[in-house]
């Protein structure tokens, strides 16, 4: 027997005997990276999540709702793939959720439809990953969505000349993409494109490229974590930022977590980004708040936290649309166009590509009041996935 035939096998199997319907729990599996270098961000899901049940219940309707959650520590498609099957089989989960890195996100998708199991995208940010299956849906971000603002703040800040920096696998390819289309259709100039391995350590030769390039300003991603921090530090080390060569980057380069880190020579930095902690309203007020009360600590707070929180609203919806059925087109029939106020704006489900539309904000790090921060500047209202032909 072969190793898929097994699988359907006993996806079949399990699909065929487990009617949600006469059980009155519903398992979300949750795939996150919980421990190891990337850990905040697998916690974030976890705070979110707990935040939201904490707010709203552990119940919809009838049914009792239970995370299981399974760690991927880092980029490992294999492992991944393995931990969505065991959640399917042995757990006999009805909604997949989480997913930080594209290479496992990728990896599970094609196990969707076979299941018959939705899928929560709260991180990986690859625009393809939403037409893998019709049974994805994003309430994370895409690079295609905070580059295309970021690509434009450049040009509004008068850059000439701009080198890019970017981890080279899917997020990075599409953030180079984005920034080198939208740079250079405004008429802007390219003048260094770097792709740079997961595992980089040493910034130090990469900064000596761009500074022999005559860049004046630097458009950088890395996946948020311990490369970003070596990333910035290099920048200011390697006396980029003492020369005048400006830093534009996503936010995940200057998570809230690493700004003690970086110091205070890191004030200045630009970045675009769906969120920030500093974010000023009054449904992000109750979701700090929230949080906290979740087990959070204020300083570790990041993104992943509210695309966790927004998932689960999307999972509660699906399931009382249902009323607990396992029925994934119905489910996701249920959130296309759904509209609400979460705590980084007003967002919603565009019904075409199941992705998050979502406000983006310029943010420069500043010092107020002895803390370094994120501060918002300028909003680009209801961003799209410009990554996908639709848009």
């Known amino acids: ?70 760690d991927e520590e880092s980029p490992n498609p294999a492992k991944s793939k393995s931990l969505a099957q065991e959640l ?24 969707l439809e076979e299941a018959k199991v939705p899928m929560i995208v709260m991180n990986a940010a690859t625009s393809a990953i939403v037409e893998k299956s019709p049974y994805i849906v994003r309430t994370s971000f895409t690079m295609w969505q905070n580059t295309v603002p970021a690509a434009k703040v450049a040009k509004a800040r008068a850059a000439k000349k701009v080198a890019i920096a970017v981890s ?13 289309k939208t740079f250079e259709a405004d008429g802007g100039t390219i003048v260094q494109s770097i792709r740079m391995p997961l595992n980089t350590t040493d910034f130090g030769p990469i900064m000596q490229r761009i500074k022999d390039s005559g860049a004046d300003m630097i458009f950088t991603f890395l996946p948020a974590g311990p490369p970003t921090l070596g990333f910035v530090k290099a920048y200011i080390d390697n ?67 509210v695309a966790a929180y927004d998932g ?39 019904p075409d590509t199941r992705h998050i539309r979502q406000n983006v904000y310029l943010r420069e790090v500043v010092k107020q009041d002895g803390k370094l921060l994120n501060k918002e500047l300028q909003t680009f209202d209801a961003q799209p996935d410009w990554g996908l032909a639709k848009n």
């Open 168 to 180: 080279d696998y899917g997020p990075g390819i599409d953030a180079e993409s984005a920034f080198k």
């Open 312 to 350: 689960a609203r999307l999972i509660y919806k699906m399931v009382e649309a249902t009323n607990g059925q396992k029925d994934p087109d119905k489910a996701l029939a249920a959130v296309k166009g759904m509209k609400w106020v979460s705590p980084r704006g007003p967002v919603s489900i565009d």
């Open 88 to 111: 399917i089989v042995k757990e006999k989960v009805q909604y997949i959720a989480g997913l930080y890195f594209t290479p496992d996100a990728l990896a599970v998708a094609p196990l």
């Open 1 to 70: 027997m072969s190793l898929r035939f097994g699988l359907v096998g006993a996806v079949a199997i399990a699909t065929a005997w487990m009617s949600p319907a006469q059980c009155d729990t519903i398992k979300v599996g949750i795939i996150g990276t919980m421990s190891g270098p990337y850990a905040l961000f697998g916690q974030n899901f976890k705070y979110g999540i707990d935040a939201w049940v904490a707010k709203h219940g552990s119940k919809v309707g009838d049914h009792q709702i239970e995370f299981v959650y399974r």
């Open 239 to 305: 006396g980029l930022k003492a020369s005048g060569v400006k830093l534009l980057s996503t936010g995940d380069v200057v998570t809230e977590p690493d700004l003690p880190t970086i110091g205070d020579s890191g004030v200045g930095i630009l970045s675009t980004y769906h969120y920030a902690v500093s974010h000023d309203s009054s449904e992000n007020k109750t979701f700090l708040a929230d949080l906290i009360k979740a087990g959070a600590k204020a300083d570790d707070i990041t993104m992943a936290s």
